[in-house]
Each structure stands twice: as structure tokens, then as C-alpha cells.
């Protein structure tokens, strides 16, 4: 029964709320509680609830005195069943989320601890996005927590900025310490194509890389603090907030004199040298082309690699390395920036799958790739890194344990598979067989000190090469078993080191203004392969193995790592009660609308708990003419499967379409109650998205004419009382390219039902099937569609019928059948510094719809692709239609959100992703 149960204006306000998706549904919660902080967490994770809920507390002092702010007590959730390392600041409910896994590769930096730096990067949001003063202040107290949004509506490079400089200055790691995150700042102006002022206020689809609001925002903002002082930051945020409808770059220019354009200005300024060009030959080629983990094939003919890019699905490639020539030998979107591992034609990968019900629960596992077929190696292993011994006989992998993980190994026939090594709180990476199969070298991270370590391949032992505050990474052996190859940001940038393992002496294979990473050593012992950082991507290069050229360094002094500072917190451990948090809303906001007789004023509310298993929204109006009320209530259960939804309502709508005056409103009352259950269905995440859902319920009510238009006598719709049944089946299979303006590769299913019987014996059935296929230009898209909608004679219920673009009126029963081509036109990446609107690109498209009852129609459409408010997706234009009866129209384009396929794709998700996550570590 497709019933209007909640109106346009609450659908979008539900949006703004950030309704989050459930967190492990099917785990039992805990909360700890501390003086700060509710710490919720799954059975079994009490220790690391106990660590966060520390570090939390150790932070919350120095971000209060940075931002000038104390949000009060913060709900944290926690989900250690993530093989990926983020965070998350929501407003609607506020609390944090973390997927505390240890961070791989260089973008996190080695120093310092990482859990500390996640809270206190993740808190610091949120004490920004509760400053209230002057109009926010009054906003606030008026609507509820609603009247913090405007703190949301900054550039990026304030949000992302603030939280990266506060993670700086408040642990003693940071990315501000980090040589890697240095280099992304420091590449682009030393190649003279420095980013522009309000290119660091957006992510953007043209200038690389794509965490530029975070680089630029934090040496935007440590110039703002080397200017203004260290009072700068919390007098930005709290100046802002006195009326925050004028642009951050007016606060600059009142309040601090300047504005943001001139201070980047100097930022950018002080970075002084030149590019230093990357030794060796240059083997791959393309613009905002990224390479990852370089790996020789047995006969030294290939070199294996993991490629992303701004114009490319993700895929594992391999390079002759003689001509240059490449083949893709997968596409697949691996774990950790390309885990895989070669041995001759056998081919290991990792890579993420979500729950199949369960999106929240991403687990990595490895897969094997032999003669073209892939087979899954483990299951629910947590495991990544996959590295074939040299005879074959044994696969080294990785396994997440919570927050960090141990070196495990299997055999090749995927049996049992057994630990080799754990340190308690320690992180490893990157491990790499011998030569002769005796030992291993790793990457291993303890307490924020990052160095190489070796192994027996026994796991009877282990130590390090040397122990130090540089990060060193990315080991591999010579042939001969003599040298350790690997990367190393000793001097503030990564180079290339080799160590005589012999000889005990420490040499310098590259000196770069940028960066060097993943050496790979040829079976000849001839060629190191390595990748190097530029403005045009990360690329590999060939440099040839001449000892006599390389520079020896003085070999490190040990220094061990820190001790970990314990903050021991006080506080009990209950269950988890998520139904009482529904109890306390936090925002309200008037809704108009209007009923048979005239205006009605409404109020919105909504209420979830922080883990997301419970959801209510309400909307209430009053009739101001008519006296009569109204409300529509809507309630979510995500505890365990099926979702449970119920939906009541006493509501007057006013619909077009169920009359036989196309353009007249029906005006009718109904009441009644929905239950539904749904199953989600999650079977790939990352760049190629691919589920579905399954939907059914009943439906119970009666429905009641109020107005009928002045003079009309036509066909009146059923009234009296019904009893229904529902249903709804997707299925979405989207892979997408960064700079894609449309999804490149897609196609959706979609079939809906619902009939009812009773008084009111109406049925209504529709159904939509797209493709999205790549063709012609980059990003040109050829779309073909074809869905179709019935609906019963007299049904008072609105359903979906398609109709060509340019008609108005709506048949009961039609199908259509669209041929659409859209091809971006020009790629802009620039906004008006002083204006909240950035335009990332201009696309035109081209179409045809072929409808039933000799109704079609052709013609094209221009649509500007721009970011407002710095978040809300959104694409504007104009389209021009010529129907077969002859007739010329135009017509307006304006959607939020990016271009959707079916329904996974509805306004309220994509709102719901923008606005209710705040900032993403």
C-alpha cells in the first residue's frame, strides 16, 4: 500500500536528523559510563571500552580549552568489527562513532598512539559543532539541537582543519607531524600548482589528493595560530557562531583583520625548495593515477601492482616492464591500499566484504586467484596482507584482533590456520619472506614507534633492525638474503634505505623533495622497483641496483618506545538501554503545510538512540481553519532481522493524479496503522556498492473523501475502510569512479506491490530496471531504463507510473522506456571564496523516452553539478523536451543529492550521508 505516511517537508527534516544506520544489530550492548563519557560497546570489548573511555577523558580538557566549548556528556560508540580504521561526529543523536582498527600505511603518521589521536580528532568536532553564541545561541534554545547546523555550514577546511590541528597539538602524534601528510601540502606548491583558497574548502573531483580539506585545513589553520595566536582557533569557531549566515572569510576580515585567501597566501608562502626529480625510469604514466605495492613476477618479466585513480575503477594490474604495456588482471577494490601477494601464476588478494546482512560489519578476508577464477582462501578471518612462501607451502597473513593484530600462517590448501606471533599492543604490517624461507621481515608499530622487525618462520622470535622515532616501512629482502630494502621518513621525508644485514651498515638509495615508498626488489637482484609521490599521482619507477651510488648513513641509536601513559577511569559497566534515550528529543521544528480549508501548522520531532536500534518520528499539525488535528508517527526496530517498522497515522493529504482533472487536488483523510518487515541484504562496499532489500507488511485503516473540486462530477476514488498487504523488492549492483558525475557502471531492479481489500478494493504494482554502461568519452554514460506502474480504477492510494519527460497528466496504467546519454562536459573544481557554492562540473545529456499510449518524447538537458552550504550534493539546470504531439517545452532541474539509479538511491540517504556525519576522520 504505497501510502503518503510521512509529507515531503518531515522526509527531508528526517534527513537533516542523521537517522543512523544500526551498529551491529545483532551483538548484546554495554554501556560504561564515566564523569564525560557513555561508552557503548559489543559483549566482549569491555577493555577497549575501558582504554577509549580513558583516552576520552585525558583529551576532553585540552579540547575544551582549544575550542572554548564543553559539549557536556558525549555517547561513544564503538564497533570493533571493522577492518578499516575511521571515526565519525554525528549531530542527530550526538555521540561519536570509531572503528578503532590500527590505521595501515603512512597517512595516520607513526608517533604517537593512535586511539588518542582518534578520539581527540573525532571530540574536537564535536565541541565545534556546539558552540553556540549570539544567533546560533538563539537557534539553538528556539529548535532545539537543530539550531547548531549552521556551525556545519563552514568550508571544510575549518571543520577538517580544526580536529587535525587539535589531534596535533593535544597527543603526541598527529598527521601535522607526519612527513607523509607534509608531502601532500608540499608536492603541488613545489611544482607550482598549489591548491586555491576555496579548493581547500571542498573535496572536489579534479586537483588530487582527495583529503586536501584536511591538509590544507590544518596549515591553514596553524598559519591562523602563528598570525592570531593560540586564542585564534576557539575565537574563529565562537565569532562564527554569533551570526553565522555570513561567510567564515567575513569573520576573518572583521574580526581578524584579514581575509582566508590572504592567509593561504602565506601559508603557502613559506614552503620554500624545489621538486627533486624521482631516480630511475619512470614505468607507469597517467594523470591522477595512484600505484600501489609494486611486486615482481617470478621471471622478472612483470611487476604485479594495485591501481586507483580518479578516471579508474580499482584493479590489480601488472606492467611489462620492458615496454610498459598494461593488463588488468582484476578489478577489485583490496584492503588497506592493495594487499596482495604473487607466486607465480597464483595470485593472492584481500579484500572487504560486509555481512550479508549486516553493512556495519565489514570483515576483510583472503581470496585466491588461479587461472582466472577466484576462490574464497578464508572466511571470517579478519585477514589481509596475504604473502605466498617462496616453495609455496605456506601463506603468511595478518589477522585483526580489536584494535591491533598477529602474524598467522596457512597452507596453501587453506586449512587450519595457526599464530605465529602477537605482542600485546603492537600493530604489524607489510610482512615478506626470505629468500631462503627462514625468516621474516615485517613492519611492526609499538607504542607510535614504526620500525622494521625480523621474524623466525617458526615464531620462536623476534627483533628489530633498530629501534627509533623515524617510520620505517615497506621491507623486502634482496635475492641474496643480505639486504632489507624498505622506506623510511628519517630525514621528514620517506626515502629509500637499504640495510647490510652482514655488515651492519645503513644506506640511502634516493633523496627526494617528495616521497619515495614500497621498494620491491627484482629475482635478479638488478632493479629495485619503488613508487614515488607527484602531482599527477603516485607512479613506479625502475632504479638499477649500483651499490657504489649509494649514500651510508650512520645506523640509528636504539631508543625504545615511550611507556603508554594509563589514564584509569572510574565507572560502571550496564547494559545497554537504548528505548530510553527515545525519550528525551532534541530538536523541534515548525512544519506549514495545509489541509481542505486552508493553512496548518505543524511540529517535527524525531529520536533515536546513538547505536541506532530504535527510531521515532513524529509530526503533529493543527488545522487553523479547519480545527481538526493531525499526526503521522513512524517508528524503526534494527534489533536482530527482520527491521520492524510501524507507521500511524491521522492525516489529510491533498493528491493529483486520482482525478480525472489531471491537475485538480483530491482532498482525503486517512487513518490507519502499518507494519512492515524488512530484510537488508549487503553483499560488496567500497567502489562497486552491490544489495538490495526485501520489504512486505499489511496495512490497516479507512480512508475518507473531504473536498472534491468546485463542479466536478468525474470518477470520485473508494472510500470506507481497507485491509491491505505490501511489498517491495531491490537490487542495486553501482560502481562508480571518483570523477564520474554519474555512476559509470550500474544496474537496478526494483518492484513494489500492494493491494487491498474491504470498502477499498484498489492494487497497485510497478517496477524499474536500469543499466548504466561506459561509453564513448571518460565518464560518458549511455543509461537505458525501462519501468512501468498499474494502478486500479478509483484506488484513492497514489502509485508509481512512469510518463515521458513533458507530459503532466498521470495514466493508471503506462510503461516507458528511456535511451539517455550524459557526458561531462568540463570539470570546474572552484567556487566563490566568499559563497557557500562550489561547482565541481557541468554535464549535458541527451535523451528519448518512449511511453505507451503514443506518448514520447526527445531532448536534452544541462545540469550544473555544485556542492551547497559545503555539504548538501546538489544539480541544477535547465531541459529542453519536444513531445510527439509536436509541442516544445523547457523545463528546471534541481535535485539533491547526486544522480540516483533506484531506490537505494533516495533523497533520504543521500542526506542522511552528508549532513548527519559531521566529519570523518
Wanted: hydrophobic share 35%; proline share 7%.
Amino acid at each position: 500500500m504505497r501510502l503518503r505516511w510521512l509529507t515531503g517537508a518531515s522526509v527531508v527534516l528526517l534527513a537533516f536528523a542523521g537517522a543512523p544506520s544500526s551498529m551491529l544489530p545483532t551483538c548484546r550492548w554495554y554501556t560504561l559510563e564515566t564523569p564525560n563519557f557513555r561508552v557503548h560497546f559489543p559483549e566482549g570489548w569491555e577493555e577497549l571500552a575501558r582504554d577509549v573511555a580513558g583516552r576520552a577523558e585525558d583529551a576532553r580538557g585540552k579540547v575544551v580549552e582549544l575550542v572554548g566549548t564543553d559539549p557536556g556528556k558525549v555517547d561513544v560508540v564503538l564497533n570493533p568489527y571493522a577492518d578499516f580504521s575511521n571515526g565519525y561526529a554525528a549531530l542527530f543523536p550526538v555521540h561519536i562513532g570509531l572503528f578503532p582498527t590500527f590505521p595501515q600505511g603512512k597517512w595516520a603518521g607513526t608517533r604517537g598512539d593512535w586511539l588518542s589521536m582518534l578520539v581527540t580528532h573525532e571530540y574536537t568536532h564535536i565541541a565545534h559543532m556546539h558552540t553556540a553564541e549570539g544567533l546560533t545561541w538563539v537557534l539553538k534554545k528556539i529548535f532545539g539541537e537543530v539550531g547548531l547546523l549552521p556551525n556545519m555550514m563552514v568550508p571544510m577546511w575549518l571543520t577538517e582543519g580544526l580536529a587535525v590541528y587539535s589531534e596535533t597539538i593535544n597527543t603526541d602524534g598527529g598527521r601535522g607531524r607526519n612527513p607523509y601528510f607534509e608531502m601532500k601540502f608540499r608536492t603541488p606548491i613545489l611544482e607550482g600548482r598549489p591548491w586555491k583558497y576555496d579548493q581547500i574548502g571542498h573535496y572536489g573531483r579534479v586537483h588530487p589528493p582527495p583529503d586536501r580539506p584536511y591538509v590544507g585545513g590544518y596549515y591553514m589553520m596553524r598559519e591562523i595560530v602563528r598570525e592570531f595566536g593560540e586564542e585564534a582557533p576557539s575565537s574563529l569557531v565562537h565569532e562564527h557562531s554569533i551570526f553565522p549566515l555570513f561567510p567564515i572569510d567575513w569573520d576573518l576580515t572583521v574580526y581578524k583583520g584579514r581575509p582566508g585567501w590572504s592567509i593561504w597566501r602565506d601559508a603557502v608562502a613559506k614552503v620554500a625548495g624545489s621538486v627533486s626529480r624521482p631516480p630511475g625510469r619512470r614505468l607507469t604514466c597517467g594523470k591522477d593515477v595512484f600505484y600501489h605495492r609494486p611486486t615482481w613476477s617470478r621471471d622478472g618479466r612483470w611487476i604485479y601492482a594495485y591501481r586507483t585513480g580518479y578516471d579508474l575503477v580499482p584493479a590489480l594490474v601488472r606492467i611489462d616492464v620492458g615496454g610498459g604495456r598494461e593488463e588488468v588482471v582484476l578489478e577489485e577494490d583490496l584492503t588497506t591500499g592493495g594487499s596482495f601477494g604473487v607466486l607465480g601464476d597464483l595470485l593472492y588478494f584481500a579484500k572487504l566484504r560486509p555481512h550479508p546482512l549486516d553493512d556495519s560489519r565489514m570483515i576483510s578476508d583472503i581470496y585466491e586467484l588461479r587461472s582466472g577464477r577466484v576462490r574464497r582462501f578464508t572466511r571470517g578471518l579478519r585477514a589481509w596482507s596475504p604473502t605466498p612462501s617462496p616453495d609455496g607451502r605456506r601463506v603468511l597473513f595478518l589477522r585483526n584482533e580489536g584494535v591491533y593484530n598477529g602474524l598467522w600462517v596457512v597452507g596453501p590448501d587453506g586449512g587450519p590456520p595457526r599464530e605465529l606471533i602477537k605482542v600485546e599492543r603492537m600493530a604489524f604490517s607489510s610482512p615478506c619472506w626470505s629468500p631462503d624461507g627462514r625468516w621474516i621481515a615485517l613492519s611492526g608499530n609499538l607504542r607510535g614507534y614504526q620500525d622494521i622487525y625480523l621474524v623466525s618462520s617458526d615464531g620462536s622470535g623476534m627483533e628489530p633492525l633498530f629501534l627509533d622515532e623515524a617510520g620505517d616501512f615497506d621491507p623486502c629482502w634482496s635475492p641474496d638474503g643480505r639486504y632489507i630494502v624498505f622506506c623510511s621518513d628519517r630525514t621528514g621525508v620517506h626515502d629509500i634505505y637499504a640495510y647490510d644485514l652482514g655488515a651492519r651498515k645503513l644506506y640511502r638509495l634516493t633523496e627526494l623533495s617528495t616521497g619515495a615508498f614500497e621498494p620491491s626488489v627484482s629475482p635478479d637482484g638488478r632493479v629495485i622497483a619503488y613508487t614515488a609521490y607527484t602531482t599527477e599521482g603516485t607512479h613506479i619507477y625502475l632504479l638499477e641496483w649500483d651499490d657504489a651510488l649509494w649514500e651510508e648513513v650512520a645506523v640509528p641509536r636504539t631508543t625504545l618506545p615511550p611507556s603508554r601513559r594509563e589514564v584509569e577511569v572510574a565507572g560502571r559497566v550496564r547494559p545497554y538501554e537504548g528505548l530510553r534515550q527515545l525519550l528525551r528529543p532534541t530538536f523541534w521544528i515548525p512544519v506549514p503545510g495545509e489541509d481542505e480549508k486552508g493553512a496548518t501548522l505543524g511540529m517535527y520531532t524525531a529520536s533515536w538512540d546513538v547505536v541506532g536500534r530504535h527510531t521515532v518520528a513524529l509530526l503533529g499539525s493543527w488545522g487553523l481553519e479547519s480545527g481538526r488535528l493531525g499526526y503521522q508517527v513512524a517508528y524503526l526496530r534494527r534489533v536482530g532481522y527482520p527491521i520492524l517498522g510501524l507507521y500511524l497515522q491521522d492525516w489529510t493529504e491533498g493528491s493529483k493524479g486520482l482525478l480525472e482533472e489531471p491537475d485538480s487536488l483530491y482532498w482525503s483523510r486517512d487513518r490507519g496503522l502499518r507494519v512492515s518487515v524488512e530484510v537488508p541484504i549487503f553483499l560488496e562496499a567500497g567502489a562497486r556498492q552491490v544489495g538490495g532489500k526485501v520489504q512486505i507488511g499489511v496495512a490497516f485503516g479507512s480512508t475518507r473523501c473531504l473536498e472534491l473540486p468546485e463542479g466536478y462530477e468525474g470518477m470520485v476514488p473508494m472510500e470506507g475502510s481497507y485491509v491491505g498487504s505490501f511489498g517491495e523488492v531491490a537490487f542495486w549492483d553501482v560502481k562508480m569512479c571518483y570523477r564520474d558525475l554519474v555512476p559509470s557502471r550500474s544496474r537496478g531492479l526494483e518492484l513494489g506491490w500492494s493491494s487491498s481489500g474491504g470498502d477499498v478494493r484498489a492494487s497497485e504494482f510497478h517496477g524499474t530496471l536500469a543499466w548504466n554502461l561506459p561509453l564513448g568519452p571518460p565518464h560518458g554514460v549511455f543509461r537505458l531504463r525501462f519501468g512501468f506502474g498499474l494502478r486500479s480504477e478509483g484506488s484513492p492510494f497514489e502509485g508509481y507510473v512512469p510518463i515521458p519527460r513533458g507530459y503532466d497528466d498521470v495514466a493508471t496504467r503506462a510503461a516507458l522506456v528511456t535511451l539517455e546519454y550524459d557526458l561531462p562536459l568540463l570539470y570546474v573544481d572552484r567556487g566563490p571564496a566568499s559563497f557557500p557554492l562550489f561547482l565541481e562540473g557541468i554535464s549535458g545529456a541527451a535523451f528519448w523516452d518512449l511511453g505507451t499510449g503514443g506518448r514520447s518524447s526527445f531532448g536534452a538537458e544541462l545540469k550544473a553539478h555544485t556542492v551547497l552550504f559545503y555539504r548538501f550534493p546538489l544539480y541544477a539546470g535547465v531541459g529542453v523536451v519536444r513531445r510527439s504531439d509536436g509541442e516544445l517545452r523547457s523545463y528546471p532541474v534541481l535535485r539533491i543529492g547526486h544522480p540516483a539509479e533506484t531506490g537505494h538511491g533516495t533523497l533520504v540517504r543521500k542526506l542522511t550521508k552528508f549532513l548527519g556525519r559531521y566529519g570523518r576522520l
